[in-house]
């Protein structure tokens, strides 16, 4: 995942061809923001329509039961059936099946004065007939007259009562007492047309694929506009009867929903008439009123993939004329960078990049002329600064050290000052001798080592050191040439020259990580003061060629010569012990080369 990020930060090419795909999708992005708020739009404005339109129809219908309501109990008045119905005694044959006439007559006139009338009856029980608009004088239908009138205490608050899965609209008049067993005049009943119904709710589908639905809550009466088989409709009235029947207000049972999925989804609005005690539900598939709209959006599609093919070809033809040369070039750099100066490349063409190439051909081959040129001034000044330092041998310490042997020879320490001798002329013979630039790591520990016990002996009444001992793993490492004796001179020098007694030097070698060893130099001193602390350090974080030599900048330099300028050789800071301490970073051989392989 890492390389990958890489590559792509470092590489022209795909960065290219990420901006043209970006390109792409602000234009989805405002396609999609399009379509979906213009579908969202359509399907509210759609939603509402069909909410407005079912609510008019609910009305329509509420207005129509309620008309024949109104003519019921005007024919309830009617004089030949109020006659008929009480049955008098002075009424002959003829003047009975006049009446009876009329009341038929009445009957059909009322059958006639709506669509959604199917039939009109009236049940008298004082003379033992049913008259119908339709059918004439038959026999007293009982069973319909009693269940009628049963339907009318089951449901008193609803217009509309069912017999026989049947809708009827049933006025009973009803005087207690007068006949035994019935209690009852008489009774209209008005039969609903379901036909009609049907066909007042297909006025609302906006074509063969939508549907209304008229059904109460308890399931007598279920008008279909469209009989095609639907699940998700019937799915959803099943949920919505129960619902209806716990409800307890008209509007908790209004709905606007989506049902079914894929193309069976369609957009359904639900109302619930109180006055009537019925639902009506109009759905209408989706696909067919936002088909033209879906259409467009597959149209935006096919462009948004064309676009794609287009940048893929875009970035193909870029990858060969742009990305390919350009990795050429790239892969030269990168060996140049890793060392190999003698990189060259080959091409015949004739663009730009032909151009490019031979200047980098010309490139490296200046560069290669420079690099021995500087590399071999630097390697003089190097020695040169190293013989220079060789030769600074303090005099003062060359005239204490003798006076100290001179002491020891003087009271006849003749033991310490055959080891004295020895350790001064291993010091000068090191000092002195010019054959090689850099030592084992070992070797130039046991030379400051050497250095610390002759000056201890001077000292000893003023400090005590303590010397670590080299990393077995680091005694072969190659180091400059004194690097360690100079900073421990400078202790010597600036910090015990000054002091009386207490005086603590120390010499550590710490093992770190990625092949690094730290040797610190830290004294005690309580001279150090902080702002000559921080000038120190920002010289040493500095690579300026002109600044003035001192023995811990000559050191850095050389450090950093070795291990590449993008190292630390050496930094300072306060030590534990409250004076100075100073670290020199010293890297294994295989990180050596390589920060130099990276240095650029």
Not at 170 to 185: F, I, K, R, S, W
Request: hydrophobic letters at 45%.
């Amino acid at each position: 995942m890492y390389r990958q990020a890489a590559l792509f930060q470092r590489s022209l090419f795909f960065r290219l061809a990420f901006v043209l795909a970006f390109l792409l999708i602000p234009v989805v992005l405002i396609g999609m923001t399009f379509f979906y708020g213009g579908e969202q739009s359509l399907r509210k404005e759609i939603l509402g329509s069909m909410e407005a339109r079912v609510e008019a129809q609910l009305h329509a219908m509420e207005r129509e039961v309620e008309r024949i309501q109104v003519l019921q109990y005007e024919f309830m008045n009617n004089g030949f059936l109020n006659t008929v119905a009480v049955a008098p005694d002075y009424l002959d044959l003829y003047a009975r099946s006049d009446a009876i006439l009329q009341v038929q007559n009445a009957l059909f006139a009322l059958k006639n004065s709506s669509g959604l009338i199917k039939d009109t009856y009236a049940h008298i029980p004082a003379i033992g007939k049913t008259v119908s608009a339709m059918n004439g004088v038959d026999e007293l239908d009982r069973e319909q007259f009693l269940a009628t009138q049963a339907e009318v205490k089951a449901r008193p608050g609803s217009p509309i009562q069912y017999w026989q899965q049947r809708p009827v609209i049933v006025l009973v008049h009803d005087v207690p007492g007068l006949y035994e067993g019935e209690h009852a005049l008489f009774s209209i009943v008005v039969e609903l047309s379901v036909t009609e119904m049907i066909k007042s709710l297909s006025a609302l589908d906006v074509n063969d694929y939508s549907g209304t639905v008229l059904m109460n809550p308890t399931g007598e009466l279920t008008a279909r506009s469209n009989e095609t088989p639907n699940t998700a409709l019937e799915h959803f009235m099943t949920g919505y009867r129960g619902t209806v029947a716990e409800a307890k207000a008209e509007a908790a049972v209004n709905r606007v929903d989506s049902i079914g999925e894929g193309k069976e989804r369609s957009m359904l609005v639900a109302r619930f008439s109180k006055a009537l005690q019925l639902s009506m539900i109009h759905y209408v598939p989706e696909h067919q009123v936002l088909n033209q709209l879906y259409q467009y959006r597959n149209l935006f599609w096919i462009f948004a993939a064309v676009f794609l093919v287009f940048i893929a070809i875009l970035s193909l033809l870029l990858f060969k004329m742009i990305h390919r040369p350009l990795l050429r070039l790239l892969r030269a750099f990168r060996k140049m960078e890793k060392g190999e100066l003698e990189v060259q490349i080959t091409s015949n063409s004739p663009n730009e990049f032909g151009y490019l190439f031979q200047g980098f051909n010309k490139m490296s081959r200046h560069m290669r002329e420079l690099i021995e040129q500087v590399y071999t001034q630097k390697i003089l000044v190097q020695r040169a600064e190293l013989k220079q330092l060789q030769s600074q041998i303090n005099p003062h310490f060359l005239y204490n050290s003798y006076f100290t042997l001179y002491n020891m020879i003087a009271v006849e320490d003749h033991d310490s000052a055959k080891q004295f001798a020895a350790q001064m002329g291993s010091y000068l013979r090191y000092i002195t001798r010019n054959s090689s630039d850099e030592v084992p790591l070992q070797e130039e520990a046991r030379h400051a080592k050497i250095y610390t016990d002759i000056q201890e002996r001077r000292f000893r009444l003023r400090m005590k050191a303590e010397f670590g001992e080299v990393p077995e793993a680091y005694r072969a490492c190659m180091v400059p040439r004194l690097i360690l004796q100079p900073l421990i001179e400078n202790a010597f020098e600036h910090v015990f020259d000054h002091m009386e007694e207490g005086g603590r030097l120390r010499i550590t070698f710490e093992e770190e990580e990625e092949d690094r060893l730290l040797i610190r130099v830290a004294d005690n001193g309580a001279l150090l003061e902080a702002d000559k602390l921080e000038r120190l350090q920002i010289s040493l974080r500095s690579d300026d060629a002109a600044a003035e030599m001192t023995g811990l900048l000559n050191i850095n330099r050389r450090l950093r010569i070795k291990y590449g300028g993008a190292r630390d050789g050496v930094w300072v800071d306060r030590s534990e012990l409250g004076g100075m301490e100073v670290t020199l970073s010293i890297w294994r051989e295989e990180h050596g080369h390589a920060a130099r392989d990276d240095r650029g």
